[in-house]
């Protein structure tokens, strides 16, 4: 090959590798020129995502193209703002906070709803579940929720409580007696009681009733009484009695256990029982004594003769069968079959019951009986008749006591 042939390759060669350079440069600047172009399109935004900002950029023309381009799905629960429809501009802040499942128990009934809401407050505000001061509510209105959080409500009701003879009326959220008495601060001592199973369920308008009961011991000191003893005496006119020895009561000390409900005695438990002082028995006479009357004939000389006690006195008569009569006088004497005995009622304490006497114009008898009407210096003449006694009458007589 010639030198000139040589030169002509080696020139072409150089202009190829020329021209090639050439466009790549070309195509390297049209590359960089359309990557600044579409770098500089872009808009700038602020994008909060559950609480945590960052700053990208993008072509999005909506907040809900921007959502999906980040590979977002958004259910109505959730919040966006602004809304998905808004466009895009410049420094816009955007936020978007993906909602919590929580379950709100009230009472036992189960609901589970899907919300962004931070506090206890606001979701069962959201969920229309309204809570009273007297509720028991777990956790607290303030507190905060997180994921998959549960919310426990119970509702207060009223009771009515009973404490001893104090009675109110209080709120109540408890599920038993027992829980009840201790949200109540109710403290039972060792032998007070509830009418209540501690065990049972506390039910709208129950009457909790707790019964205050004491046991305390009493000492008292008591009288007793004495024994009446009764003994014949034929010293003493039948229908008679006389006190021998007067009874006297003992003292004893009771020792009395005293159980109270409520303040009220309900049992008395006796305990012991100790003696201080015996009682002394009444001893009572019995009379037996029956007085015969005998009919003695004597004369008024004879009577006068004899010693005693003489004075006057004013003289009626009766019968055994006189209105209000028995027949039998107070010494026990049956008049009514003994219609021949010379008896006079007397005043006692003027002539002696049982005493013999002697009267005047009647003769010699025995004062065995009294008269409602015979008092002092009078007597009343047994007759055996009727018409003997009307034609006595009264007088004035002349009597003696014998013995």
């Avoid at 506390?202 to 008292?220: C, F, L, M």
């Avoid at 007597?379 to 004035?396: T, V, Y």
Wanted: net charge neutral; charged share 25%; aromatic share 4%.
């Amino acid at each position: 090959m010639s030198n000139n042939s040589m030169k002509a390759l080696f020139t072409q060669t150089l202009r190829n590798k020329r021209t090639g350079l050439t466009v790549i440069a070309v195509i390297l600047f049209v590359s960089v020129i359309s990557a600044v172009l579409f770098v500089g399109t872009k808009n700038t935004v602020a994008f909060t995502v559950n609480g945590k900002q960052q700053e990208i950029h993008t072509h999005a023309d909506t907040v809900g193209d921007l959502l999906n381009e980040q590979n977002i799905q958004v259910s109505n629960a959730d919040l966006v703002s602004p809304s998905v429809n808004t466009s895009i501009e410049e420094g816009l802040s955007i936020e978007w906070e993906q909602a919590k499942k929580v379950t709100i128990t009230v009472d036992g009934n189960k609901k589970t709803i899907k919300t962004t809401a931070d506090h206890v407050s606001e979701v069962l505000s959201e969920a229309n579940i309204e809570v009273s001061e007297q509720d028991k509510l777990t956790p607290a209105l303030d507190a905060e929720v997180g994921p998959n959080a549960n919310i426990a409500v119970e509702k207060a009701f009223q009771v009515t409580l009973v404490d001893g003879v104090n009675e109110k009326k209080v709120w109540s959220t408890s599920t038993t007696v027992a829980d009840f008495l201790k949200q109540q601060e109710i403290h039972l001592n060792e032998f007070d009681r509830v009418e209540q199973r501690m065990e049972e369920p506390v039910i709208p308008n129950d009457v909790i009733q707790v019964v205050r009961v004491e046991k305390v011991t009493d000492v008292v000191e008591a009288a007793t009484n004495f024994a009446v003893e009764t003994r014949k005496d034929n010293k003493v006119l039948k229908g008679k009695e006389k006190v021998v020895q007067e009874g006297k009561k003992g003292l004893i000390k009771r020792t009395v256990e005293v159980i109270t409900e409520n303040g009220k005695p309900v049992t008395r438990i006796l305990k012991n029982e100790d003696v201080v002082q015996k009682p002394t028995k009444k001893v009572v006479a019995v009379g037996t004594k029956v007085v015969t009357a005998s009919v003695s004939r004597g004369t008024k000389t004879a009577a006068a003769s004899s010693g005693g006690k003489e004075f006057y006195v004013s003289a009626t008569a009766y019968t055994a069968f006189c209105n209000g009569c028995s027949g039998t006088t107070a010494t026990g004497i049956d008049l009514r079959k003994n219609p021949g005995l010379k008896v006079i009622a007397v005043d006692p304490s003027v002539i002696p019951l049982g005493s013999k006497v002697w009267v005047e114009g009647y003769g010699y008898a025995v004062a065995g009986d009294t008269g409602g009407a015979i008092k002092g210096k009078k007597i009343d003449l047994f007759m055996p008749d009727k018409n003997q006694a009307f034609g006595f009458g009264r007088k004035n007589v002349k009597i003696k006591i014998l013995d």
